[in-house]
């Protein structure tokens, strides 16, 4: 892989259903300056890209931050849980594009957005797209590049007309962009940051494209650069999407759960042109890549935790013909579907909060890899490798963790969601490790009596 792929996939990785998805909820945090959060998240995430810069090009190893994690403290159940949050990110991600897929189809036929319609819909997808990873990886990345360059039509068509709109005198809400308009009475500090643990979910997938290390030429010299001018690339993108979406609507219908909000964007630059027509179907193919790349990634870590023996091994199972990993995908799509399904159904705000809780584990994870890399500094490698300032990492590991904990105004719901879904890793790592204990037991013991 060369830089104009690699800088592809970063790009098409970012790229997605949080911007597509909950630009109208970070603007209710915040008001008209609904922007800001976006660009917290961007330098957030431009400072641990830093950190995965130094670690993927001193290991070009398809493992990620498990990896990471392993080799910085050596601790078995913490490498687990730091795997399994990833995946668990994987599956609440496409949870969220499940439930924004279902209101853009609504949008597109007309229909109203019932909570049993949105959730029915949802659920069909997310089985759909498991059909789709069944029939293997090599069909999902086909699929993958058509919808990348979809969804990004879609963000730049949002972009053009809404600067033309601008330009033209036709912003009728310009004055709102530079607006702070907090909600629940909290401090513009306190809404910032509560917004910014919602817009960092469109940031995150960086940290996805070190598992391409290893097919990627002279990955010390290409890595470094292509990341940081993908996160850029898809910075900007997010900034003038935002820009242009609070200056054409009003803030209350942006936040409006009925209509997506980038609908209403294109609806009102350009009210005369099939564009607001054209948008919820581009969002459908858009948060459609999101969950096929989050739902590919999770399923195959799932089948690599069980190779390794710190998941069940029925998990490593794979099917004779398309040898795909069927059981792992079963798991993480009936994982999907329930997550869809219960938190839709018991949550309004069902979006914001799979997307919240999406951004709080990947957050969570982003704090140990940044501490990860100063620990590993004392492991010197051969060869030349990309070497992070060492405050930009602590920078970023404060960061982190700042918004991982609740003093950041995140939702209790997300916390709740999290903890559920660590708590069936951890179940799940204590039940493997009792069944391997077992099994040693009886092959010492089975040894011992052949060898008398």
């Not at 800088?7 to 990785?13: E, H, N, R």
């Not at 917004?195 to 290893?214: K, W």
């Not at 002279?218 to 292509?226: G, L, W």
Request: aromatic share 10%; glycine share 8%.
């Amino acid at each position: 892989m060369g830089p104009k792929l690699l800088l592809l996939f970063i790009v098409g990785d970012i790229l997605g259903t949080g911007v597509y998805a909950l630009t109208g909820t970070v603007a209710a945090e915040v008001g008209g300056a609904a922007w800001v959060p976006f660009v917290v998240a961007f330098v957030v995430a431009l400072l641990t890209a830093f950190s995965y810069l130094e670690l993927v090009t001193k290991y070009p190893l398809a493992a990620g931050a498990a990896l990471y994690t392993h080799k910085a403290f050596g601790i078995h159940f913490v490498t687990f849980m730091v795997a399994f949050a990833v995946m668990s990110s994987g599956l609440t991600s496409a949870a969220t594009a499940s439930r924004a897929f279902a209101l853009n189809l609504s949008a597109a036929f007309g229909l109203d957005p019932s909570v049993a319609l949105v959730t029915v819909v949802a659920v069909a997808f997310m089985l759909l797209l498991a059909a789709v990873n069944l029939r293997g990886v090599g069909e999902s990345v086909r699929l993958n590049v058509v919808l990348t360059m979809i969804e990004l039509s879609g963000l730049l068509l949002v972009i053009v007309v809404g600067l033309y709109a601008i330009l033209g005198g036709r912003a009728d809400h310009l004055e709102q962009v530079v607006m702070f308009e907090t909600a629940d009475g909290k401090n513009a500090f306190l809404a910032v940051s509560a917004a910014t643990s919602l817009a960092f979910f469109a940031m995150v997938g960086f940290e996805d494209s070190v598992n391409m290390a290893e097919e990627t030429k002279d990955p010390a010299r290409t890595f470094p650069r292509v990341m940081l001018i993908g996160l850029s690339i898809t910075g900007a993108i997010y900034v003038l999407v935002a820009f242009c979406a609070v200056a054409l609507v009003p803030v209350g219908s942006l936040a409006d759960g009925d209509t997506p909000p980038l609908v209403q964007v294109v609806a009102a630059a350009a009210p005369d042109l099939p564009f607001a027509q054209l948008l919820p179907w581009i969002s459908m193919f858009a948060v459609a890549n999101s969950a096929l790349i989050n739902l590919l990634m999770a399923s195959r870590l799932v089948y690599g935790m069980s190779r390794q023996g710190v998941l069940p091994s029925f998990l490593s199972r794979v099917s004779a013909r398309r040898r795909s990993p069927y059981t792992a995908i079963a798991l993480t799509t009936g994982i999907g579907v329930a997550l869809t399904t219960v938190v839709g159904l018991m949550d309004a705000n069902a979006i914001a909060t799979l997307g919240g809780t999406t951004a709080l584990l990947l957050l969570a994870v982003f704090c140990i890899v940044n501490i990860a890399v100063l620990v590993l500094r004392r492991d010197h490698v051969p060869g030349k490798h990309f070497v992070s300032p060492s405050w930009v990492s602590i920078t970023g590991a404060v960061l982190c963790a700042w918004f991982v904990l609740p003093f950041s105004g995140r939702a209790p719901e997300q916390y709740a969601v999290a903890g559920v879904l660590l708590g069936v890793g951890a179940l799940l790592w204590g039940m493997t490790w009792l069944t391997n204990r077992y099994v040693q037991r009886r092959a010492t013991s089975k040894a011992s009596i052949d060898t008398r």
